[in-house]
């Protein structure tokens, strides 16, 4: 078998030689008409390139599905495509580096959350709020304090008076976290003991817990606990939000119960510093397009957020500044900062 | 050198492998320490250095129980270690000319030094690695992949 | 039973059945290629399917969703890189069963098991989807402590030259996993400061890096002008003695991976490491293991498959995911108006049944493809060494890199490269390594979780947890066991020898 193989190589070679001579020829014309143009453009042209979404979330997350329900109708609206790149990492610290070190064309956006706010507020060095111009907000998700529905905590009052006595038990993501923030900033304006904090990887094991009852409290997002919402094993004690939510019409906010105390999830986009107005004022048209355009709307509100999450630029800059000013206190107060 | 060409195989092993247990336990003290607002339950040290002290029990079983004498390892044969550093010259030539030209280069450089000797074969396998990598990674799933030098001077 | 006829009557619709071919070709495809995951194809494919009928783009999701996490299995066998991190126990088995030229019989049986194992799981699902999410609210930290010391209790029998070298290798899997930022108080370990270590090791990398590279620098050793031996039996697919061997461990690999399955902290790659342990516990030819073993191909294969309806499960019945596909298909499913929870089943039957359908249809369809494909798969095991590992160490560094798409990764890579190959010089397997790593975290976190949750009284508090102390009690008597029977066989028998 051997030696049969070796004596029919030369004629198979040169076949191959044959072939493969005309395949470099059609290659190297076919990288000459993809490589030239680009060329001639070294500084590319507003939406000659797809634009890049640099996200710090996995696929599948919420912030990496608001990107992607995004993309849909702001490709068309901005005429390009739009490619959702991952860079995970560092909680933000990696997409960050990323979006610093590429060309401020326009063509690289980012989209930001809180989380990139504290590790900015936590590193020092690399990528500072200064350095970033906002270009719109996607989403605005308020948190809600659930229990579970046979807890001892059934009222706001209740969760006063027993979190003064022990400390409760929080489901939280990650140490240093928003969520994190937000428990210690609650337990703070409602006047209980500092919680003991729980870290879990993510919402869906906070509610599982909660209705476990592992844990006494979740500051989730409604569509985290949607179905055991429905399903009447988790209530909802308050919203933490300005307004009451439409989709939660019962549920007190935690002002009109005096505490001072508001948190959502909020996820928005940014640019570097650097990129030319005209581009900036060409992106924050084209995202908000998308953003009110049929899927992210309907995305919006299949997912129970409202729909005045959408905003444009100067609010969501004044916001990210309030939040990292915010941010900085918080982290203080963790002790986590440097 | 010579103490350890008296030992055997797993003792080489052994000591090796204590190497990285004492090693990772020192570095458990270089950890940041965790705020005291924050520290409840188990702090961040702890169960790796568990986890190092159990290492380190296992290699002393493995020293103590494998043969004094044992027959040496073989050499490592001369074409893996080309392979290998053909393996480790790639990032450099990737950081340099970008990945997808390293990815045409790889195979034919390695396929050569594992006896390949006919040149259109190279090429052609090669190419069609890594055209059907540009198309299925960068075509269809918009892969950004590093443009090394080269690419950032050319495409910006 | 209107609402099954209804939902099955997609099967009947040309366009959707289309649908479910192409999700089904594409996600054998992506599954195969190491660094596009499933959930990277899902998520890429979300979008499209928005303008399409909720039925049609969920059988299209559904059906991608199963035909990826077979597709892990074909590279791992073949050039020994799993497609999949849950392949990797595929790959332990299957790829020693290609070098020794049964490639097409590993890959007939992982088609016959993921289908297996596959349509099982969903059938539990749509049976008893609502009863079984209960579980998930069982498991709580203590319970998935017990169950990933469970796990890990096996990783001393399974691999390399001795039990103590296995706990070595174990041990340094579960010491790898606490690199990153740890979860519970934030501190950054073992990252020395690379932004791709902070979420921890990469388990594509690092499997990638144990199984193809290593074995990349081994084969190197047999090469350089060595001519590459024809594998005749290549092509050959199993036959009904294979499939009365390993009838036993695909039952057991589809029950313990839909079970796995529906814990939503635990995914595929649990599933099928557990899914290995345990057929080698109850297999009756354990010495096979470790050397290209068809029912360690078999038991694990049907474990990662049934890991995929067991996730549907909490993702239907609670609306919690499980992985990062079982979350872009629900927010799929909610983007088109479905309200997941218990409810569900109630409400809108006709939809859950068409899900059911499709990917019902998809395991059939990949179970043809796979086993019509076999053969052709098989050839390139025929390649000549000296273009395939080339070729496949190419496909390493794109997949290492497409993760995450971070060079660091492919750096990884490399060292886990050069760590498999010392493990094969030395008398190591990776597969205790994989364990370790895979549910390290898992002890870890699990473990500390429990101490807060518990507060002061941390004993009190495992007491209190009867799942857990079943496990515990479980794991306990399978380490102690065997050595006891091994014992006293050994006293008995020269007595009896004397009388």
């Known amino acids: 078998m051997q030696e049969g193989n070796q004596v029919c190589r030369p004629a198979e070679a040169r076949g191959a030689a044959a072939w493969h001579r005309r395949s470099v020829l059609l290659g190297a014309a076919g990288f000459g008409l993809l490589g030239a143009p680009s060329i001639l453009r070294a500084q590319a042209a507003f939406g000659s390139r797809p634009i890049e979404v640099v996200t710090h979330a996995g696929v599948g997350g919420g912030t990496d599905i608001t990107a ?4 849909v109708d702001a490709a068309a609206a901005l005429g390009t495509e739009i490619v959702v790149v991952n860079k995970t990492g560092g909680s933000g610290a990696a997409a960050l580096a990323y979006a610093a070190q590429r060309p401020k064309d326009g063509h690289t956006v980012l989209l930001l959350t809180q989380t990139h706010l504290l590790t900015m507020l936590r590193s020092r060095t690399g990528t500072q709020m200064e350095d970033l111009v906002a270009i719109a907000r996607a989403t605005e998700d308020p948190q809600v304090v659930m229990v579970r529905a046979d807890s001892p905590l059934r009222s706001a009052d209740e969760l006063a008076s027993i979190g003064k006595e022990r400390s409760l038990r929080f489901g939280i993501t990650h140490v240093g976290s928003v ?40 500051l989730l997002n409604f569509a985290e606990g949607e179905a055991q919402l429905r399903a009447g094993e988790v209530r909802p004690l308050m919203v933490l939000s300005r307004e009451r939510m439409t989709s939660l019409p019962e549920a007190p906010t935690a002002r009109e119960l005096r505490i001072d105390f508001v948190s959502a999830t909020t996820r928005g986009y940014a640019v570097m510093k650097g990129v030319p107005e ?61 | 050198m010579s103490v350890a060409a008296h030992l055997g195989r797993d003792r080489r092993v052994a000591l090796a492998v204590a190497g990285i247990a004492g090693l990772a336990f020192a570095l458990t003290f270089t950890f940041d320490s965790v705020p005291a607002a924050l520290m409840e339950g188990l702090g961040a040290a702890e169960f790796p250095r568990l986890i190092c002290a159990i290492l380190l029990l296992l290699a002393v079983v493995l020293f103590v129980s494998s043969p004094a004498e044992e027959a040496a390892l ?52 090669a190419a069609l690695v890594t055209l059907v990598i540009w198309l299925l990674f960068v075509r269809i799933f918009r892969f950004t992949l590093p443009g090394g030098l080269l690419g950032d001077a050319l495409f910006g | 039973m209107e609402a099954f006829l209804a939902g099955m009557a997609i099967l009947a619709d040309p366009f959707a059945l289309f649908m479910i071919v192409a999700g089904t070709v594409i996600g054998i495809t992506v599954g195969a290629l190491p660094g596009i995951s499933g959930s990277t194809t899902i998520a890429l ?46 790959a332990l088995e299957g790829y020693k069963m290609a070098e020794r030229g049964e490639a097409g019989m590993a890959l007939g049986m992982s088609a016959v098991a993921s289908a297996i194992g596959g349509i099982f799981s969903v059938v539990v699902m749509i049976v008893a989807a609502p009863l079984l999410s209960r579980a998930a609210y069982s498991f709580g930290p203590p319970e998935y402590l017990a169950l990933a010391l469970f796990g890990l209790s096996m990783c001393a029998a399974v691999g390399g030259d001795s039990a103590v070298k296995n706990l070595i290798a174990a041990t340094f899997g579960v010491l790898l996993a606490t690199v990153g930022i740890d979860l519970t108080t934030g501190v950054e370990r ?11 090791v990469s388990f594509v990398a690092a499997l990638i890096g144990l199984f193809a590279v ?119 499913l909610i983007v088109q108006g479905v309200r997941p929870g218990p409810h569900l089943f109630n409400e809108q039957p006709r939809l859950l049944y068409a899900v059911f359908a499709s990917m019902l249809a998809a395991n059939i369809l990949y179970l043809v493809i796979g086993l019509g494909a076999a053969k052709l798969f098989a050839r390139i095991s025929l390649i000549p060494a000296a273009l395939l590992w080339p070729a496949v160490f190419v496909l390493s560094v794109i997949g290492a890199y497409g993760a995450n ?95």
């Open chain 3, 190 to 200: 073992y990252t020395f400061g690379f932004y791709d270590l902070t979420d921890g």
């Open chain 3, 45 to 90: 494919m979300l979008p499209i399917t928005l303008g399409l009928d909720p039925v049609v783009s969920l059988a299209f999701l559904g059906s991608i969703y199963c035909a990826a996490n077979f597709g892990g299995s074909i590279t791992a066998i073949l050039v020994n890189a799993p497609g999949d991190p849950s392949a990797s126990a595929t």
């Open chain 3, 405 to 499: 798409q971070s060079m660091g990764d492919v750096w990884l890579m490399m060292a886990f490269g050069i760590l498999g190959f010392a493990f094969r010089r030395t008398g190591f397997s990776p597969a205790p390594l994989i364990m370790g790593l895979v549910l390290g975290s898992m002890v870890e976190e699990s473990l500390k979780q429990s101490i807060l949750i518990f507060g002061d009284d941390v004993v009190g508090g495992f007491i209190g947890r009867p799942i857990a102390l079943v496990l515990f009690a479980i794991t306990a008597l399978g380490l102690l066991v065997p050595p006891v029977l091994r014992a006293t066989a050994r006293l008995r028998q020269p007595q009896a020898r004397e009388v």
């Open chain 1, 179 to 218: 969520d994190h923030v937000a428990t210690v900033g609650f337990a703070k304006a409602a006047g209980i003991r500092p919680p003991t904090a729980v870290p879990f990887r993510g919402g869906g094991d906070i509610v599982v817990n909660l209705v476990g009852g592992n844990i006494d409290v979740g």
């Open chain 1, 278 to 338: 005209d581009r900036i004022a060409r992106l924050e048209e084209g995202m908000l397009k998308g953003l009110r355009g049929p899927t992210f709307s309907n995305y919006l509100k299949t997912s129970g957020q409202a729909l005045d999450s959408v905003a444009g630029r100067a609010e969501w800059q004044a916001q990210l500044e309030a939040f990292s000013n915010e941010g900085r206190q918080a982290l203080a107060d963790l002790g986590v900062a440097r």
């Open chain 3, 214 to 332: 290593g074995e990349m620098l081994d084969q190197a050793t047999q090469q350089m002008g060595k001519p590459t031996l024809l594998k005749m039996d290549a092509v050959r697919v199993p036959g009904r003695a294979e499939f009365r061997k390993c009838n036993r461990s695909i039952w057991l690999g589809s029950v313990i991976g839909t079970f796995i399955g529906i814990l939503p902290a635990l995914g595929a790659t649990a599933a099928a490491l557990i899914g290995y342990n345990e057929t080698r516990r109850w297999s009756k030819h354990k010495h096979e293991f470790g050397h290209g073993s068809i029912e360690g191909v078999a038991g694990p294969e049907a474990a990662n498959n049934a890991a995929v309806g067991g996730g549907m499960v909490p993702t239907l019945a609670l609306g919690i995911p499980g992985s990062a596909t079982t979350a872009i298909i629900l927010a799929g």
């Open chain 2, 74 to 125: 073989p050499p490592v044969h001369r074409c893996t270690w080309w392979t290998l550093a053909a393996c480790l010259g790639f990032f450099p030539v990737l950081g340099l000319i970008g990945m997808l030209p390293a990815m045409v280069l790889f195979p034919i450089v390695v396929g050569r030094l594992w006896g390949e000797r006919r040149p259109a074969v190279l090429l052609l396998s």
């Open chain 1, 68 to 71: 992607r329900m995004t993309a």
